[in-house]
């Protein structure tokens, strides 16, 4: 139903008669409806409901929606002239039913059984109503219109603008950003963060130390996630339509251990929340083996999350120009291991190798900052976020996106159409596997994993014969057609001319 119809049938609001032609109790007390006649598909009514004081569309068919009573039967509704289609769910007793003589539409149902409700022979009953739903996640109007858009080159780079076109994220899809907190203030994040944890503290304060050195990474690697786009402030993240929630692992003085159990407590957090996305932008000091009680936790996320379908579990490369050992955390099972490149596609001359490298991103240099005169700036961004650590969040928000689009898919389908769609740059000649030990099975292309995921329909092609094949034309269509008609027409005109002058002269 197209918004233009849902304004038409709004509009009928005023001409309304006091007295509704329906009304029933519900959630949100006494419902009313008024038959408006206005537009509706086949098999429906238009109808303007009203509840809880507000007014807005709807639509009915020949159903309603009831509610036995517990250890009730269909009996009562029978006696009422009413059969019942199906269960809905059978636990409590909801069913469809519509009138057994075929005559009565949703409204005249709920009139009809009103009375078995209101004696207590019936918990419910309300007309199947019609109504529009909506998924609710950000739209953006393309390009995004935050003023630092146009610097955030590595957006441009991963040809984001065609992924946003069909996907910029669902609230229904957490993103759990694990560093040294976020700032929960700052303009650009404070409407896209849920509640997030302290484990080193042990509280619900994620909030980074304040004038500590370094202290804006959690921030940067938050913007990069899911930023605010579109409202005209400051940057946008790659899922700006995803929940992000930030946990507190990192300390303010980078030489102070932290125990594998605040850790675990982290990826603990993002198993309780449901995240669909974990992003770590953190790894330890020295090569180290991951711990067996952090990798469980790891693989119980990756395995567990989201009711079973998992969570992606990212963790950045490092920037130590070294080569990583297979048993580190970059090589847990489940574990994304994302490098860094430039604005060419170059590895980054920092970024760690090895075979448990999955892919490259570009660096995410532009992005949030603690708000205020803390952080990097004194403003409330910054330009020179950098390493692999910027590069993660950026793979991050592009496989929440995908969960976004996709929410049925379990993590490992979502993490293979990332990595089988990445791309090698054209001079590396990789192993038998697709892989190279630099750049990973390739940098990412989001809207390739997209498309792998969810292939988007073919373009409907107008039919043969039909009249809108002149539309499709356009004017320039219509208009060269036009033309060759009249030149054509000159040129028989000039041809008979000819022949007719012809003529005369052998006579």
């Excluded at 057994?100 to 209101?118: I, K, N, Q, S, T």
Aim: charged share 20%; hydrophobic share 45%; proline share 7%.
């Amino acid at each position: 139903m197209s918004p233009l119809v849902v304004s038409l049938i709004l509009a009928v609001t005023a001409a309304l008669p006091s007295t509704p032609d329906a009304s029933w109790q519900d959630r949100g007390g006494t419902w009313r409806a008024w038959r408006t006649g206005g537009p509706a598909a086949p098999g429906l009514r238009a109808v303007e409901l009203e509840a809880d004081g507000r007014r807005f569309a709807g639509w009915v068919d020949g159903h309603a929606l009831v509610r036995l009573r517990p250890g009730g039967d269909e009996a009562v509704l029978a006696a009422a002239g009413v059969r019942v289609v199906r269960a809905i769910m059978p636990a409590i007793g909801l069913v469809q039913v519509e009138d057994a003589a075929g005559r009565a539409d949703g409204l005249e149902l709920a009139a009809r059984l009103a009375p078995l409700v209101a004696d207590g022979r019936l918990v419910r009953a309300a007309p199947d109503l019609w109504l529009m739903h909506e998924r609710r996640g950000a739209t953006l109007t393309l390009p995004p219109n935050d003023p630092f858009y146009p610097g955030q080159w590595f957006w441009a780079r991963l040809k984001m603008e065609e992924i946003w076109a069909r996907e910029a994220g669902t609230a229904q899809t957490t993103i759990v950003v694990v560093d040294d907190g976020c700032d929960a203030r700052h303009p650009d994040l404070a409407s896209q963060l849920d509640a997030g944890r302290d484990v080193l503290d042990g509280d619900d304060d994620p909030s980074p130390a304040p004038n500590a050195r370094g202290n804006n990474h959690g921030t940067a690697c938050a913007g990069l996630v899911g930023a605010a786009g579109g409202n005209g402030i400051g940057v946008i993240g790659a899922c700006p339509g995803c929940r992000v929630r930030c946990v507190r692992l990192l300390g303010a003085d980078p030489m102070t251990p932290i125990p594998i159990s605040a850790d675990s407590d982290a990826f603990q957090f993002a198993l309780d929340t449901n995240a669909a996305v974990v992003s770590n932008s953190w790894g330890f000091v020295d090569s180290t083996p991951a711990p067996g009680a952090l990798a469980d936790a790891i693989i119980a996320v990756e395995q567990q999350s989201r009711g079973g379908k998992g969570a992606v579990v990212l963790f950045a490369a490092g920037n130590d120009d070294r080569e990583l050992a297979d048993n580190e955390l970059t090589g847990v099972d489940g574990v994304i291991a994302v490098g860094a490149v430039n604005q060419f596609g170059d590895l980054s001359p920092f970024s760690n190798r090895g075979r448990t490298l999955d892919v490259v991103a570009p660096t995410g240099t532009y992005t949030t900052d603690i708000a205020g005169a803390d952080g990097d700036n004194a403003g409330d961004y910054t330009d020179r976020f950098g390493g692999t650590s910027s590069a993660c969040p950026v793979a991050a928000g592009v496989v929440g996106l995908l969960a976004s689009a996709v929410p049925d898919a379990p993590a490992t389908e979502l993490a293979s159409a990332l990595i089988s769609t990445a791309k090698l740059p054209s001079f590396v000649t990789p192993g038998p596997d697709g892989h190279d030990l630099s750049y990973g099975f390739g940098e990412i292309r989001p809207a390739a994993a997209l498309e792998k995921l969810a292939p988007a329909p073919p373009p409907a092609m107008p039919k043969s014969g039909c009249s809108c094949d002149v539309a499709a034309r356009g004017p320039s269509s219509d208009g060269a057609l036009v033309v060759a008609v009249v030149v054509g027409a000159l040129l028989l005109i000039a041809l008979l001319r000819r022949r007719r002058d012809g003529e005369t002269l052998r006579s």
